[in-house]
């Protein structure tokens, strides 16, 4: 899974934000869609990884092409389970919260 990069000109958040206040928000961007979207990432990366390594086990794939993809598979398996264990971490801290 590549995280994407996006270039944000002062513009093009002003115009966002217009968006947000008018409720032109796109269908499908909060945050559960996002979620899941990240998710199904990591999950395909590991599918690929894995489908690789199995053809070099047969000794139809490239090695490089292998250790390169179960690299980024490991990466992105990381990355999910950092954000999980910050995610859990602040559920945690707001509720130990006085009200």
Same mark, same amino acid.
């Given at each position: 899974m590549s995280i994407p990069v996006i270039a944000v000109t002062p513009s093009a958040a002003a115009e966002a934000y217009k968006n947000i206040d008018? &409720?032109?928000?796109?269908?499908?961007?909060?945050?559960?869609?996002? *979620?899941?979207?990240?998710?199904?990432?990591?999950?395909?990366?590991?599918?690929?990884?894995?489908? *690789?390594?199995?053809?070099?086990i047969? &000794?139809? &794939?490239? *090695?490089?092409?292998?250790?390169?993809?179960?690299?980024?598979?490991e990466l992105a398996l990381q990355t999910a389970t950092t954000i999980r264990d910050r995610v859990v971490q602040a559920y945690q801290d707001i509720m130990r919260m006085p009200i």
């Open positions: 008018t &409720g032109a928000v796109a269908k499908g961007n909060d945050f559960g869609d996002v *979620l899941q979207r990240a998710v199904q990432g990591v999950v395909d990366t590991n599918k690929q990884a894995e489908s *690789l390594s199995t053809q070099a047969a &000794g139809a &794939g490239n *090695l490089t092409e292998v250790v390169a993809a179960v690299s980024k598979a």
